[in-house]
Nanobody, 119 residues
C-alpha cells in the first residue's frame, strides 16, 4: 500500500522557518522523483520544488528560490522541504508528490499539510 505522510506544517510568523517532511512507503523510493506542490485558497495547485531521483538535481518555482530547499534521504524514504524567510503569500496546503523517474503512470500524492504565515 502506497503512503505519503506529510508533517511539519503549522502557523509561523513572517520571516520564520518551517521544515516539512514526507515519509514514503509502499514503493521503491529511490526510483521516484519527489516534489512539493502547494495550493493556496482559490488558486491552482503549483509545483514549489522538485528533486530528481537520478542525480538529486532540484527545481524551484521562482517565488521560492533562495528561501526553500528540497532534499531527500533515500535511506529513510523521506523528502524534506526547508522553508526560510516565510512570507504570507507562502500560505497554502503543501502536498508531497512521488512520480516514477520514467513515468509509467506511477504518480502518488500525500494528504497535504497546512502552512499558514501570519502575524
Amino acid at each position: 500500500q502506497v503512503q505519503l505522510v506529510e508533517s511539519g506544517g503549522g502557523l509561523v510568523q513572517p520571516g520564520g522557518s518551517l521544515r516539512l517532511s514526507c515519509a514514503a512507503s509502499g514503493f521503491t523510493f529511490s526510483n521516484y522523483d519527489m516534489s512539493w506542490y502547494r495550493q493556496a485558497p482559490e488558486k491552482e495547485r503549483e509545483l514549489a520544488a522538485r528533486i530528481f531521483s537520478i542525480d538529486s538535481n532540484t527545481n524551484y518555482v521562482d517565488s521560492v528560490k533562495g528561501r526553500f530547499t528540497i532534499s531527500r534521504d533515500n535511506a529513510k524514504n523521506t523528502v524534506y522541504l526547508q522553508m526560510n524567510s516565510l512570507k504570507p503569500e507562502d500560505t497554502a496546503v503543501y502536498y508531497c508528490n512521488a512520480r516514477h523517474k520514467y513515468g509509467f503512470g506511477y504518480n502518488y500524492w500525500g494528504q497535504g499539510t497546512q502552512v499558514t504565515v501570519s502575524s
